[in-house]
């Protein structure tokens, strides 16, 4: 099916296109748009690697300010953009190069669908977890990113419907804030997330204020709105409200099981591991929304339950009964290297069977020769 995306922002049509236009002169024509999308990504992970490093249980930025040195956000500032101008000029690349194709779509959907928790997940670093005075609770944080994550879905959810991808507004938006905070944060110093902004209100409250405000006031209604003018127009790819709402499932099965597990551990496991629990969060919910997104590129029906759900379930069944003791954390550290590992699998399998059908190398312009 033919890539169509609409970007309706301001903020992007008026301000960051133009920049991107003057960036991409500079892109060699001989670099394959992946090679693009992947540096992006891999700098974007290399940053989270790097601030886990400091502060691995989130409490450098509340206990003891001077932990992540200021170079640190300085350069997560730097990553954050230039991944940001990456992911947004990979697509006029291929165009430039007449090199787009329906892998390049999927390397650039599905490294986002993971992108999307890093970034979030880096940024938490920033203000720190609740310390009795300052902070945000771990379960903030969770329910924070479940936000996040709901609303890629719903960008692609609508997608899989309508066959148009309405790029969400927020995209461009969270990414000036979180450049620019950490710009404030280096050169300011995280004290800033500590005090009273305005009102006895932080910083903190007011961007989670914000994210709560965005995305069931204005992404959320805006999908059900694209879906509705799609349906009364009659252009949409699913017959019935069945087959509309599929993708959903494994998603929300997803989340319900991730809650009761935060809610219902016995030892407190979010508390314990916030880290390693939403690196988890983020890895799982990018591999459904990758097979959402590869049914949608290929017209085919998702399935009901992804086999995530199944270790999950036995996991979260064998914690909340109070089975696993104090093997709580090995086993959460176990099934986070199992689904991590497994997406990674996952996603170089889909990229060589990709490469292999349409005949292209996945990071070069050269066509393969054929057999």
Known sequence: SQ????????????IMQPIWNKIIKIVPLWIAPNLLTFSGFVMILFNYFLISFYDWDYTASGTSPGLVPTWVWLFS???????????????????????????GELFDHGLDSWATSIFVLSFFSVCSRDNG????????????LSIVLFNFMCSHWEKY?????????GYDISQVVLIAAYLLTGTVGVEVWQKPLLFGYYITDVLVILLIGFSLFLSFPQTLYNIHRAHLKKTLKND?????????VSPLLL????????????SNILA????????????TFSNVICKVIICQMSSTRPELFHWFLFPLALVVYAAILGL???????????????????HVHYGVCVGRQLSEHLNIYIFSLKKRVQE
């Open 133 to 144: 005075k300052t902070g945000v609770s771990v379960y903030t944080m969770y329910i924070y």
């Open 161 to 169: 419907n309508t066959g148009v991808l309405f790029l969400p507004w």
């Open 77 to 103: 500032a730097f990553t954050t953009f230039c991944a940001y101008a990456l992911d947004s000029i990979d697509g006029k690349h291929a165009r430039r190069t007449q090199s787009s194709t329906p892998l």
């Open 324 to 342: 696993l003791g104090p093997m709580e954390e090995a086993v959460l550290a176990m099934f986070t290297t199992l689904v991590t590992a497994a």
């Open 240 to 248: 019935s409200l069945y087959e509309g709402l599929l993708p959903l």
């Open 272 to 283: 314990k591991q916030p880290r390693l629990f939403l690196w988890m969060v983020g890895v």
């Open 255 to 266: 989340f319900i099981l991730l809650t009761v597990w935060v809610v219902l551990s016995p």
């Open 3 to 14: 890539y169509s995306a609409v970007d309706t922002n301001p903020l992007s049509v008026y």
